[in-house]
T-cell receptor, first 112, second 112 residues
């Protein structure tokens, strides 16, 4: 089954404790993205990647890092999480061109 | 500045009724426009994708229209069902730019 998976689905952590949210897709898509969604706001792009070893900042990259060492994986790293990073995070992937974008199930992160 | 605005912000209708959601954009040069459905706490799911040359596209009871001259799109839902309760998000892509510009969404509630 074609899908985007994220782990963990839920995470509660404390300020400053480094964490990684994993994202994996099995559709051989070139493009992958990370978004965050906060109440009353639309999805905001954090980082995106157009291929292996090619990443770029989205609209809200501060406090986040990403890497794309393999085509299928695109982990999101929070080196020193802060409470303002409490949010619902989505990973997405799509193929090059005008194609449907597939989203993961989301990771709900709480930073206390 | 590239922007996508949706109206209304929220809408409540009775089951079985039709409704139309609006999207205005200022993205230029235009590449494509997408409508997504997002259930609460879940990732968005694509409903339609339209390019410049397409002015209408259907997906079951969902019909999207696009007027590239006035930079407006609408999503019409026919014979609404309780499962249509969700947020509907309009997303526009500019030519030559991988990034998608997201609207804030319309929250639709269907009442029995």
């Amino acid at each position: 089954e074609a899908q985007v998976t994220q782990n963990p689905r839920y995470l509660i952590t404390v300020t400053g404790k480094k964490l990684t949210v994993t994202c994996s897709q099995n559709m051989n898509h070139e493009y992958m993205s990370w978004y965050r969604q906060d109440p009353g706001l639309g999805l905001r792009q954090i980082y995106y990647s157009m291929n292996v070893e090619v990443t770029d900042k989205g609209d809200v990259p501060e406090g986040y890092k990403v890497s794309r060492k393999e085509k299928r994986n695109f982990p999101l790293i929070l080196e020193s999480p802060s409470p303002n990073q409490t949010s619902l995070y989505f990973c997405a992937s799509r193929d090059r061109g005008i194609h449907e974008q597939y989203f993961g199930p989301g990771t709900r992160l709480t930073v206390t | 500045k590239n922007q996508v605005e949706q109206s209304p912000q929220s809408l409540i209708i009775l089951e079985g009724k039709n409704c139309t959601l609006q999207c205005n954009y200022t993205v230029s040069p235009f590449s494509n426009l997408r409508w997504y459905k997002q259930d609460t706490g879940r990732g968005p799911v694509s409903l339609t994708i339209m390019t410049f040359s397409e002015n209408t596209k259907s997906n079951g009871r969902y019909t999207a229209t696009l007027d590239a001259d006035t930079k407006q799109s609408s999503l019409h839902i026919t014979a609404s069902q309780l499962s249509d309760s969700a947020s509907y998000i309009c997303v526009v892509s500019a030519k030559g730019n991988y990034q998608l510009i997201w609207g804030a969404g319309t929250k639709l509630i269907i009442k029995p």
